[in-house]
């Protein structure tokens, strides 16, 4: 198993601001994983975080959007940038055990207003 | 994007009473999760299949799959007001397959 410490447990930011979530992790891992999840839908990736490269985002994702930092094996920082309302969103990270199974940090969830 | 459909969008029941929850996918998996949220909390790891399996049972909960139909059943037994939550699937597929959660099943549980 593992456990994920995320904080801010949730935020309100003024629009044009921007925000840091941090995800520490009680172990070492190859991969955190960033997910968003907008009201009343589901968990949508948001990308990849591998230590000592670059995340890999998906499709609809832009590091200028959502910067992502992987300075340790332990640790991982998304920033949602520039923030407008449409990004009130809950932010979850998340890791991966064996077959995939995912255990998640607490989620940030971030009123933009 | 997301692959699976899941249905019904909003449960609600007694407590004492069972809950099905269902899931179909669109693509081969490796296997398929379920997970719960509470309150827009942190997603709970609840139970895993495998594709090659076909039920399995956990305390209270018993999952099927039936790869033939890309389909999955959630069923909690005799519910409790503590299981009110919204439940996902997710499903794995491919060599390095990402998890692509489903839209979810919002139970409400009265006492």
């Known amino acids: 198993s593992a456990v994920i410490s995320q904080k801010p447990s949730r935020d309100i930011c003024q629009r044009g601001t921007s925000l840091t979530i941090q995800c520490q992790v009680d172990?070492?891992?190859?991969?955190m994983f960033w997910y968003r999840q907008q009201p009343g839908q589901s968990l949508t990736l948001i990308a990849t975080?591998?230590?000592?490269?670059?995340?890999?985002?998906e499709s609809g994702f832009v590091i200028d959007k959502f910067p992502i930092s992987r300075p340790n094996l332990t640790f991982s920082t998304l920033t949602v940038s520039n923030m407008s309302p449409e990004d009130s969103s809950i932010y979850l990270c998340?890791?991966?055990?064996?077959?995939?199974?995912?255990?998640f940090g607490q989620g940030t969830r971030l009123t933009v207003v | 994007s997301q692959q699976g459909e899941e249905d019904p969008q909003a449960l609600s029941i007694q407590e004492g009473e069972n809950a099905t929850m269902n899931c179909s996918y669109k693509?081969?998996?490796?296997?398929l999760q379920w997970y719960r949220q509470n309150s827009g909390r942190g997603l709970v790891h609840l139970i895993l299949?495998?594709?090659?399996?076909r039920e399995k049972h956990s305390g209270r909960l018993r999952v099927t799959l039936d790869t033939s139909k890309k389909s999955s059943s959630l069923l909690i037994t005799a519910s409790r007001a503590a299981d009110t939550a919204s439940y996902f699937c997710?499903?794995?597929?491919?060599?390095?397959?990402?998890?692509?959660f489903g839209q979810g099943t919002e139970l409400s549980v009265k006492p």
């Open positions: 975080a591998n230590q000592g490269s670059e995340a890999t985002y």
């Open positions: 299949i495998r594709s090659n399996e």
């Open positions: 172990s070492q891992v190859t991969m």
């Open positions: 997710a499903t794995v597929g491919g060599v390095g397959g990402k998890l692509i």
């Open positions: 998340s890791v991966d055990k064996q077959d995939r199974k995912a255990f």
């Open positions: 693509t081969s998996i490796n296997n």
